[in-house]
């Protein structure tokens, strides 16, 4: 009987030797299976990638932003029966520049239009068409600081102008945020791998949803401009 045991392990431990070691857990974690690791590793990679992570973070910091331009805005409203304010006409620079950038949200829905259907082509040209007018709405804004001290207006000539440059500045320095990641998005655009996965359709909405806040409180500056003088 000893004999029989001891034989009977060694012939386990071989086998576990020619086997590779023991099996790890099946995929209902109870007996082997060679595909339990496999399908748990899967199961990982695929809980790694969450669109709705994506939005959640976008909105969180959508909300800051607006937040910090309200902010701004009721400062700069009790601010404005203070003395010395000065009224200012609004650069014409800053109608063209409000006319680019609301084409330009236009034309990313037009875009993230051909990424739903797979068209990779008319995807990538309308990225690069949204991407163009955000860069012509910077150019307008600097124009507009060029019109601004034509007329002999600077920073601190007195607190009306220094909200002009404020918000423009401000708002600028994020619309060129927006524009890296447009630049982004035409880069990933040419990969034909990565078109159409929940990857890209994420990225792509993200970024249009910033754009489209960025465009709306474009708005809300300039009418604040225009009526609050």
């Known amino acids: 009987m000893a004999t029989t045991a001891t034989g009977t392990r060694s012939t386990s431990r071989k086998e576990a030797q020619v086997s590779g070691g023991p099996k790890p857990p099946g995929p209902n974690g109870r007996g082997p299976g060679e595909n339990g690791w496999r399908q748990k590793g899967e199961g990982n990679q695929r809980r790694k990638f969450s669109p709705a992570a994506y939005r959640i973070a976008m909105?969180?910091?959508l909300a800051a932003i607006v937040m910090m331009f309200a902010a701004l805005s009721s400062a700069y409203i009790v601010l404005s029966g203070g003395e010395e304010w000065a009224s200012i006409a609004v650069p014409r620079m800053f109608f063209w520049s409000t006319?680019?950038?609301?084409?330009?949200s236009a034309t990313f829905e037009v875009a993230r239009r051909y990424l739903k259907d797979?068209?990779?082509r008319q995807y990538a040209q309308w990225l690069a068409v949204t991407l163009l007018f955000g860069l012509t709405f910077l150019v307008t804004q600097l124009?507009?600081?060029r019109e601004l001290r034509a007329q002999g207006i600077y920073l601190a000539s007195n607190p009306h102008s220094s909200f002009f440059y404020l918000f423009t500045g401000v708002h600028g320095a994020h619309v060129l945020g927006g524009i890296i990641a447009l630049l982004f998005l035409v880069v990933r655009s040419r990969n034909t791998y990565e078109l159409g996965t929940p990857r890209s359709q994420a990225s792509a909405s993200v970024v249009s949803l910033y754009w489209h806040v960025m465009d709306a409180v474009w708005i809300w500056l300039l009418l604040l401009l225009l009526v609050w003088r």
């Open 59 to 61: 909105w969180v910091l």
């Open 99 to 104: 006319s680019a950038i609301v084409v330009s």
């Open 118 to 120: 797979g068209r990779q």
């Open 143 to 145: 124009m507009a600081w």
